[in-house]
């Protein structure tokens, strides 16, 4: 490794915007090399957002995102382009090349970054898509298969260049519980077999049992608890309280406070 | 009174904002179509070559269809009123210069819009909606070189190549029907139209046919890079992008021709 410090991202006091609107106010956390790290919150707190910094797909308003201690922010763009080589992200809508097999979809990467032969690409292809159970679906295009098969095919593409950290917006969203479990059980296969660092996002506490070793909890753009899952459970905040015992807001008042989000920009 | 100001000035930033996006992308396609792959870092050939079938040969039926009958049209319209003072011959003359200078690079283009423009913002616009876009960036690849370039060169290609054959198709189909319809003799219709020509005619409309192809392809793009807020996103860029282009299009003619006629 280029850095002997135990964690891969830093992020300091990071301020993300869309126009005047604050998203993400001052977020400070790490996430350790080789951990399962899971953001959560609810709906609309800033989660996927937050992702598409820390991968560099937005550039934040001020703070610093750190990958094995340099500054993602202030990189050129081939810097760039050789750091993401080392990323992998599995997108929530899963965000397969439609146009493609799912065989290019994971083997495109390896032919525009690599000088590998076909004949090797198509290995490691096959052995990518047999490590997410789908071997044999090479030749098949992505809107032939079914929701949880398109999330492993993402996930063996994003696995394609055999990355140090991978990244996964809401990976069981919009699945059933079976098939969601059987994602769980591999983001957590995906840790164990290549000590891969792990960034989930997720609302739903049925995984987070299931896989989260740290958890970072937003709420409103701000970082209300950050530690293991019983560190978290105890920590005295009334939003923290609620999401875990699955209570409602009182009528009206979810959103009487967005529309004061929406407003409420300086 | 301030809100027509503020009004005003906000139409003013959108339109420079607009203009500055262009501006950007456009750097960015001339830099992965030429000073890119002069440094090795490859061109996307295959690519090329399949969008020029698509936008190009694919075109060439309905293209070559439609300007065959707007040059039948032409030299029947033309007959009425040339037939008057016993000047048919002159059908061939008119329907030649303006096949030449202005129906058919103008037909092409427009048609082209239609079937390409639209596709190219759809396809674009379905790709950012579904973060496949998104997907292109973290694996670091540059969506300029990988979905702007080949369009674009490939357009470059096939608009002059489209005209061409619709310049020759517009000018048959006028011979046809001054011929057969009205009765030249061909000979003298032949010669007429061999007369009528010059080189400069042809390249008038070539060359426009290059801005066309480039306003077709950068409507397209800008349009499809702009999309937001899901499926019907896409469908009202894709209805605007044709729009657009086919507006911009006529500006440019209208530019080009002003210029080419002033001389
Ligand atoms: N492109 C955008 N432009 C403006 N506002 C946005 C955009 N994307 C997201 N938002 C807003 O930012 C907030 C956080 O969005 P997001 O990060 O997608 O939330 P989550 O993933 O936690 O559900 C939401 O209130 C959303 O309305
Ligand atoms: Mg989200």
Known sequence: ?266 | MSAILGNTGRATLNALYAASTVCVLMVDTLNWMIWQPLRGKGLRVRSVVEHFVEFGVRSMPIVGLICGLIGVIMALQAAHTLEKWGAAALIADLVGISALRELAPLMTAILITGRCGSAITAEIGTMKVAEEIDALNVMGLNPTKFLVVPKFLAMLLAVPCVTVLAMLIMILGGAFAGVVLVGVDPVVYYNQTAGALTRMDLLSGLTKSFFFAVTICWVGVFRGFRVSGGAEGVGRETTSSVVTSILIIIIVDLVWTSLFFSQ
């Open chain 1, 1 to 266: 490794m280029e850095n002997d410090t135990d964690n891969i991202i830093e992020v300091r006091d990071l301020v993300v915007k869309y126009g005047d609107r604050t998203v993400l106010d001052g977020i400070n956390l790490d996430v350790k090399r080789g951990e399962v790290f899971v953001i959560l919150g609810g709906s609309g707190c800033g989660k996927s957002t937050l992702l598409r910094n820390l991968v560099g797909l937005m550039r934040p308003y001020s703070g610093q995102i750190l990958f094995n201690g340099r500054d993602f922010t202030k990189m050129n763009d081939e810097e760039r382009v050789e750091t993401r080589k080392k990323m992998g992200m599995c997108f929530q809508g899963s965000a397969l090349f439609n146009s493609m097999t799912v065989g290019d979809n994971v083997a495109l990467a390896l032919r525009e970054h690599t000088d590998l032969e076909a004949s090797t690409i198509d290995i490691m292809t096959k052995i990518k898509l047999e490590l997410v159970g789908l071997g044999g679906f090479e030749s098949f295009m992505p809107a032939e298969l079914s929701g949880g098969m398109m999330k492993r095919a993402g996930l063996a593409r994003a696995m394609a260049m055999d990355p140090h950290i991978i990244f996964y917006d809401e990976p069981s969203a919009g699945l059933d519980p079976i098939v969601g479990a059987g994602l769980d059980m591999l983001i957590r296969k995906m840790q164990s077999t290549f000590n891969l660092t792990s960034v989930v996002v997720t609302h739903e506490m049925e995984s987070v049992k299931l896989i989260a070793d740290r958890i970072v909890m937003l709420d409103k753009g701000k970082v209300i608890g950050l530690g293991t899952l019983e560190e978290i459970k105890n920590i005295d905040h009334p939003f923290i309280e609620q999401f875990f015992a699955r209570r409602p807001d009182a009528e009206g008042e979810d959103t009487a406070a967005y529309l004061e989000s929406l407003t409420n920009s300086e």
